[in-house]
């Protein structure tokens, strides 16, 4: 699309396009949302690597597709693997790969290809240092298979194999802190992003581009299918994940901490807030509410240390 | 009116579709899925009110298909071949410019 | 000129690669086969070998970035053993089903329980529908040599699919023994630069590889690999042709060894085959007229060359290390899938032998002689014997 210069002035996204219309993520899909975003800030200077999970389906069935880059389809846990393999060929072909202009390698993995059963690989990549890009689009579960929890689902959530009952109620272990888990890599750059702030994102992406070595970005991405929540409020959902301090954004640099949101200063939104939009968080109790609450605040408190010991 | 950025696309798609069985089942064209009408799936539409925009493109940004584009005067289109009805740019729309209608068929 | 030297089958192996030039390797450590990255690491400290080094964090890891590597278009090399096979299974799929002609040595090896390193096929038998080229080589010389065949094979614009070659696990893998390497020259004129036209990512080619495919579109795709499978069989014996005339050293979809005359032919593959010809030899000084065949390529299955040795015998003794359950040995029901349909054939046994190391003696291949006799008395034998078997501990 041509966007005139002084609206490229006002808007603070690059204009292009390099994810079309036309693909089959549903109704107000974060996922595909993020997929969007990531190709505007690298257009077809980027090549993809996406194992078995819903952006298969976004990415579109043969002979259709989404993409104006490079995309290479592989197995559920192979994320890591496939991207390190690919860095090493176009490395042997002359290419130059991340830097300022250079090539970026993208592994744009779900939570349940990444927390669970693509980890191995993920550490792999990490503890090698690939010159690459492994996003994380965490929508909390399974979803392509039809919303079973992941050890990314937070403790409460309804989810098809979490479905409550007499004996076992709901999600009952929190959520895995994937990020922490990178970070004990020591990766060259690591943070978190959300849909609903895609200027932020894009900047992080930007800044993974130019550091060499292994990045990783953990993307908060709605899923109204699998939270039961409205199609019109994944924006809504992912911006009050970040005011809560559910799911708060920050870096993580050579050895350094920056937290960019919510702010430190103010007491964050309360929970609830966030989770009352969603039908997967309706069956639990107020004490479960209260618990889940006393653990946000906990770890954002432990967040907000180590910023202030690592800055 | 503007037309749909995608409109060129689809006449490039169109063109050099193939259903072709290549080795390894690759895809060689890029954006083939623009010829995939994803606007059939509507059961809300958006419904947009240009007396009330301010042009802050924020339904444009938050668009995840993307289906709404800017016209010479920077005013968003909906672009109803590809718009599933999600309602996202009328949930963020900060002037209630955009009402998600139910669309008659 | 080229050079002799004495060595181990792995280094042979490493020796292939390095003589291939393959600018990524993957590769992950597992007995017997850790000394081939691990030579190839050394070529690439080194500086005799300029390949991108790729140590992965396990077998899975390793094909995958083998897998992302050959679809970025380089040439690639890994190899593996038994379980390391069996966790690259689910990939093995992928890079096939992609046509990605990545080239793997295996040092063939038993697959757990109980876990044992010792030879046998099982690993790369169980690996026989990935769409994968099976070569199995003799000896160290045959392990070299298939493997640079492998890449010219893969690589063919006909074929386009990824090939293993076995050799066997301490027999050849460990054993020394001397070994021509090729003149570097004339690899790089028998094999020539891969330049893919079909699989190849670059940031100026936006195409998908590995895209969702529905019923309407699926079936195509795996006849393609069908299809290059069976175009596998011209090639083959084209590239065996070349390498015969450019090294000297001649190959074939099977290798036949006094079979002309011969009233039982004892079949098998490997390294078995060299005990085998021993046995011929000795066997036919005592008037007994027995042949042997060594099948060298196992995918695709040298169906015609079984039909023909057939016609040529009444009894065919199947030599095999490897099992099926529930059918017998693999090779067994490949031979049965060459033979049904024939008009007359000979009687097919199969012998399942040398499990998890078990040395094949001779004492062994009296006994599948026996066998095969009371069969051509036309007493009742059974069809799948177990040979070998220590009946006392059962």
Redesign the interface.
Known sequence: MEIPENVKKRLSLPAEEYFYAGHTACQGCGAALGLRYVLKAYK????F?IPACCS??I?????Y?T?????????F??T??????????????G?KVKGEDG?MVVGWAGDGGTADIGL??L??FL??DHDGLYIMYDNEAYMNTGIQRSSSTPKGAWTTNTPGGKKHFLEQKPKKKVIDIVIAHKPAYAATASIAFPEDFIRKLKKAQKIKGASFIQLFAPCPTGWRSPTDKSIELARLAVQTAYFPLFEYEGGKYKINMPSTKKEPKPLEEYLKLQGRFKYMTKEDIAALQEWVLREWEELKKKAEMFK | MAESPFKEEIERVEKEYS?K????????I?GSSVINKTGSWRVFMPEFNRDKCVRCYLCYIYCPEPAIYLDEENYPVFDYDYCKGCGICANECPTKAIEMVREVK | MPMRKVMKGNEAAAWAAKLAKP??V?AFPITPSTLVPEKISEFVANGEMD??F?????E???I???????????R?FTATASQGLALMH??LF?AA????PIVMAIGNRSLSAPINIWNDWQDTISERDTGWLQFYAENNQEALDLILAAFKVAEDERV?LPAMTGFDAFILTHTVEPVEIPDQELVDEFLGEYEPK??Y??????????????PA?YA??R??VWE?MENAKEVIKEVFAEFEKKFGRKYQMIEEYKTDDAEIILVTMGSLAGTVKEFVDKKREEGIKIGAAKITVYRPFPIEEIRALAKKTKVLALLEKDISFGIGGAVYADVGRALINEKEKPIVLDFILGLGGRDVTFENLDEVIEISKKALKGEKVEEVSWIGLRKEIL
Request: hydrophobic share 45%.
């Open positions: 077809n200077r980027a090549i690597t298969t389906i990415a579109g069935a043969w002979p597709l993409f104006g880059a490079p995309l290479f389809q592989t197995a846990e192979t890591g693997a496939v991207i390190g393999g690919i860095e090493a060929g176009l490395k042997a072909k290419y090539i191995q690989a550490s792999g503890e090698r | 259903e069985m290549t080795p390894g089942a690759i895809v060689y890029p | 600018k990524v993957a390949a991108e790729v140590k992965v964090e396990s899975h890891s390793a995958s970035a083998c897998v992302g590597a050959s679809a970025a278009g380089v690639v689910e990939v992928i089903g992609m046509r990605l386009l079909h699989a990512i670059d940031p100026k080619r936006p195409i998908t590889q590995g895209a969702l495919g529905f579109h195509e795709s006849y393609k290059a």
